[in-house]
T-cell receptor, first 111, second 115 residues
Framework: SQELEQSPQSLIVQEGKNLTINCTSSKTLYGLYWYKQKYGEGLIFLMMLQKGGEEKSHEKITAKLDEKKQQSSLHITASQPSHAGIYLCGAAPINNNDMRFGAGTRLTVKP | GAVVSQHPSWVICKSGTSVKIECRSLDFQATTMFWYRQFPKQSLMLMATSNEGSKATYEQGVEKDKFLINHASLTLSTLTVTSAHPEDSSFYIC???????????FGEGSRLTVL
């Protein structure tokens, strides 16, 4: 089964600092998704990557998928308290059916 | 964009009772829906895949007699936690896939507390 490892498990940064979260798969990814969640609430879709080498940006968040389609990184530039939450990477298997998630990275941004 | 709605958003029940959670796709037909469970400080774990008009497919370790899933229409799937116990207290989230499109849309989640 698809296994996703996220690192770090938790991250505390000072407001204004940049940060990176990584997601590594044991298998080639059909699609890699990044979500943000505040615990006890639903998931907020951030980005989806499907092509090797693909990179997408939205506001201050950039996500990349490596050429082998087994590793993705999420980079936040000039972090703000509003970026705090749990970041989850999710992957759809080759048949693009269900989605499995990494363990999540808990981000705290100190003002 | 597509919206998936869950109801109730939170529920408190007594041990031994059954609780039903609904997942609706509001503006598209979903032939497949997924149910996830999330314990505190943990990630989402897939419980089962709900298929319209057929039996659900459960993940290993998930009791199908305890977590009853019904997907009677293309816009509604229900999860019933039967004979709930305190260890069933969790955050349950559903998702739905628009037919032929890769993206999954998630509901807002339902928090179940069993006393």
């Amino acid at each position: 089964s698809q296994e996703l490892e996220q690192s770090p498990q938790s991250l505390i940064v000072q407001e204004g600092k940049n940060l990176t979260i990584n997601c590594t798969s044991s298998k080639t990814l059909y699609g890699l998704y990044w979500y943000k969640q505040k615990y006890g609430e639903g998931l907020i879709f951030l980005m989806m990557l499907q092509k090797g080498g693909e990179e997408k940006s939205h506001e201050k968040i950039t996500a990349k998928l490596d050429e082998k389609k087994q590793q993705s990184s999420l980079h936040i530039t000039a972090s703000q308290p509003s970026h705090a939450g749990i970041y989850l990477c999710g992957a759809a298997p080759i048949n693009n059916n269900d989605m499995r998630f990494g363990a999540g990275t808990r981000l705290t941004v100190k003002p | 964009g597509a919206v998936v709605s869950q109801h109730p958003s939170w529920v408190i029940c007594k041990s031994g009772t059954s609780v039903k959670i609904e997942c609706r796709s509001l503006d598209f037909q979903a032939t497949t829906m997924f149910w996830y469970r999330q314990f505190p400080k943990q990630s989402l774990m897939l419980m089962a895949t709900s298929n319209e008009g057929s039996k659900a497919t459960y993940e290993q370790g998930v009791e199908k007699d305890k977590f009853l899933i019904n997907h009677a229409s293309l816009t509604l799937s229900t999860l019933t936690v039967t004979s709930a116990h305190p260890e069933d207290s969790s955050f349950y989230i559903c998702s739905a896939r628009f037919q032929g499109v890769g993206e999954l849309f998630f509901g807002e989640g339902s928090r179940l507390t069993v006393l």
